[in-house]
């Protein structure tokens, strides 16, 4: 019994480890998106606003009327402007007001939260904030940090003879942050070619002193932040400007930590009360289940007469196994006092089909047992676990040649599911097929020996992201089967390789299934053919084609 405390203790620390690893490895890739979502959102927005700045500086570059009626705005009084822009109406047919027009944009554009207008070698500037209208001012107060300028263009010469300058909402960002896991770690900059800063954002978790770090990196004018304290993801937008996200990398280690501790702690009390129960509730099962043991290992030494004592079983399953151990010591006496009067030249042949006899029978009773016993104390999982293999077992023994399609699929979906149960939530699968065609029938083990090298080959069972599709269907006259997974593409050489020894005899290393598979399918099949290729997922396609 100390035995399987040892064992426990060591699985529960293993388990520990290798969450903790995972929790560890999870929780940076967490980060990763964290910062590729925060980017991706940002660079979203961004570009609308840049869009903004592009649509006004274009609307007002449409032509020299514009320009020089937004000039006579900043250089006169108001008086003067609305004489100017009355003569400018009669002479183009076009009333163009700039402060009621730029109050337009507000409305096409309602996250724009300032718009400047400056032109070079002016001294004044327009500025204006929703709902205020806009005002007059000085062109040094107007241009800051924080505004995305996009030129005016004069088409009357063909250049640039001033700037629109515009910010978005700052809440619009911060609403689409909120939504983002682990946003709290989080400190972004947007910065232009000249690393000015248009904006950063810091998250609640990004203590002071990291603020401080960061900004104290930002007012030396270079922004060299250390990948061994930063996990720091960047993009451009426009080639004007950059996306900067940093994560601190201890965040990772105390976060993993804070996730993993209670999980530990929990193990450790599981793994106790297990030692205890093992210790004080099995002492007696194991000692019924040596003397089981104990005279299975008589019969092997050839005393045959020897049987299970079921008088002193207290345990109903313990019982009912010495029952049916003892009545398969007496069929296996009577068969070999059957097989001692067999003719000597006939013993071989006749000893393989006896134990051809007993083997499944006695592992389909021994099954169906243990996965009764299952029910009975509601391990409703595990019955379904010994169900499927019992299944798969039932399909090896069978000696058929030939099975329907549907027969075949049944045998893979109980093959994935042994998996599944193993790897839980980190398998997926799909199988599609035609009702018209599942009772076409093909040789036994074609689909099963090519869902097994995904396994062998192609799983990786460290990350949640398995997945293998089967899909059958006719088409015209043709069956085509595709096996897809999204294990790891292999090589043009290697795939060259595979297809094309298919129809010759040379022996390529670890294909020798997949030849298997093709000359029973070529065998028993119309006009088969079967070809590998990579997809789309990362993975590998096989597909089947044959006549019906």
Known sequence: MIYYGIA???FTTIGTLFFSIYSYRNFQQELVLTQDYAISQTTTLFNENLNVADSISDYVSENGEHIDNIRQYLQSSPAKYASFTLDQTDRTGEYFNWPMTSQLFYIKHPNMEKLVITFFNQYSAFKAEKGNGGYKTSAKKALSNDLIYSPIVDPRIQSAVGLVGTSFKKEV??????????????????????????????????????????KNIVSKGHLN??????????SWIDDDYRIITLIPKNVSLTASLNRILPIALSGILVEV????????????????????????????????????????????????????????????????????????????????????QINPHFMANTLEYIRMAALDIGARDLAKVVYNFAALLRGNVDNKV?????????????????????????????????????????????????VENYFVHGVDFTNAMNAIEINARKIENRIVIDIIDNGHPMSEERLQEINSYFTTDEIVANSVGLRNVYLRMANYTKNFEMKIANNQYDGVTVTMFFDV
Not at 178 to 207: A, E, P, Q, W
């Open 273 to 356: 009360l297990l030692v205890v129960i093992f210790v004080f509730t099995f002492k007696s099962y194991r000692r019924q289940l040596d003397a089981i043991i104990k005279t299975t290992r008589q019969v092997s030494e050839n005393h045959l007469n020897v049987r299970v004592s079921s008088d002193n079983l207290v345990y109903d399953d313990l019982a009912d196994l010495s029952t049916n151990i003892d009545s398969m010591l007496d069929a296996i006496k009577r068969y070999i006092n059957e097989v001692y009067q067999i003719k000597i030249l006939q013993q071989e042949t006749q000893m393989k089909a006896l134990q051809s």
């Open 402 to 450: 030939m099975s329907t399609l549907k027969q075949e699929v049944d045998l893979v979906k109980n093959y994935i599911y042994l998996y599944q149960v193993r790897f839980p939530d980190k398998l997926a699968y799909q199988i599609k097929f035609d009702p018209q065609i599942s009772q076409i029938e093909i040789p036994r083990f074609s689909l099963q020996p090519i």
């Open 225 to 234: 932040f250390s990948p061994h304290e930063y996990l720091i993801r960047s």
């Open 8 to 10: 426990l203790a060591l």
């Open 173 to 214: 960002l911060l609403n689409k942050f909120r939504n983002i896991n682990n946003h709290k770690y989080l400190s972004m900059l947007i910065v232009n070619t000249d690393d000015r800063i248009l904006y950063k954002y810091f998250g609640k978790s990004v203590t002071k002193e990291q603020r401080n770090h960061i």
